[in-house]
């Protein structure tokens, strides 16, 4: 572990009240491990509250790993007398982890309801809180985290690799360093990471290890499901316009029937012959109207009268 500090730096909890903020950086500058520093003693045990933010590199993750946490729990209610709680600040709607509190170790395999594991995408507020006017429990109090920055390992950052079989990278110093900084369980001091099961996320009791970010994830499907849903209903109204178009186009075009031919009346000096076919049934035939053939005029005679 290349940086180390305790809760007894002002710069880290300051007792002015205000919220420190603490940078970490790539490689040498990736790790912090921060311990209680023999701060709380039995028998000067005060009232104490440190808030403070961890800010990694852009893009990057904040892994947390409670290597030692031994805080009080009351035996009959079972809450959290002193605890230390997460909270993201890289959300829509920040997220804060359960209070942690009891004993965890992450040297110990856990399960998802005692995982002392988190990792978040962006800034972390830390909330540290320890009680001075409760009754100590005969428990020693200690604390001891580790904070890392890890990287998703499609970057292919150099000097980095990953935490076993997972997509999470972090920085070739820290293995085999006598901390634990992948957050996953069976991750003893990364060379043996045999799990690369995650723990689960915060939002429920048993959840603790949020690696994404939901409502970010949540907003971009929903962003994709409109602009899909846009593209369908602007086809479809295209087919449908297309086909309106041509049915009206057909209704107007009215069928021309061929004109009437003319039948010629018969001719009054026409030779006498056998009654045509029609005539002989007129009650089956409707004959065309016969057009009067016209006299043609003689010029230079006239008719004698």
């Not at 491990?33 to 009232?47: A, I, K, Q």
């Not at 990953?162 to 003893?188: A, E, H, K, Y």
């Amino acid at each position: 572990m290349k940086t180390a500090d305790t809760l007894k730096n002002e710069k880290i909890c300051d007792s002015r009240g205000k919220k420190p903020v603490i940078k970490l950086e790539n490689k040498e500058k990736s790790a912090l491990r921060l311990t209680d520093g023999s701060l709380f003693v039995e028998n000067d045990l005060s009232d104490f509250r440190c808030t403070f933010d961890i800010r990694p590199p852009s893009r990057d993750n904040v892994s947390i790993a409670i290597q030692t946490l031994s805080l009080r729990r009351d035996p009959d209610t079972n809450l959290c007398i002193d605890y230390v709680q997460f909270k993201n600040l890289r959300t829509m709607k920040p997220t804060l982890s359960p209070k942690y509190c009891g004993d965890l170790s992450a040297f110990r395999v856990a399960t998802k309801s005692d995982s002392p594991f988190q990792s978040y995408k962006g800034d972390v507020t830390v909330d540290i809180h320890v009680a001075g006017s409760a009754p100590n429990f005969g428990k020693e109090l200690k604390i001891d985290i580790v904070f890392t920055v890890s990287k998703e390992c499609f970057r292919k950052a150099e000097h980095y690799s990953r935490c076993g079989s997972t997509s999470t990278c972090i920085w070739d110093g820290l293995f085999s360093d006598g901390m634990i900084n992948c957050p996953f369980d069976g991750c003893l001091d990364e060379n043996t990471c045999w799990n690369s099961e995650k723990a689960g996320s915060v939002g429920a009791d048993n959840n603790m290890y949020p690696e994404t970010n939901p409502p970010f994830s949540i907003a971009i499907s929903i962003f994709v499901y409109t602009v899909i849903l846009f593209l369908v209903f602007a086809i479809g109204a295209t087919i449908v316009c297309a086909i309106r178009d041509g049915m009206q186009q057909r209704s107007t075009e009215v069928p021309t029937a061929p004109p009437l031919e003319a039948t010629a009346c018969p001719s009054e000096d026409a030779e006498e012959g056998p009654p045509p076919y029609y005539s002989l049934f007129p009650e089956l035939f409707e004959p065309a109207p016969c057009i009067p053939e016209a006299t043609p005029l003689v010029h230079g005679t006239r008719e004698n009268v």
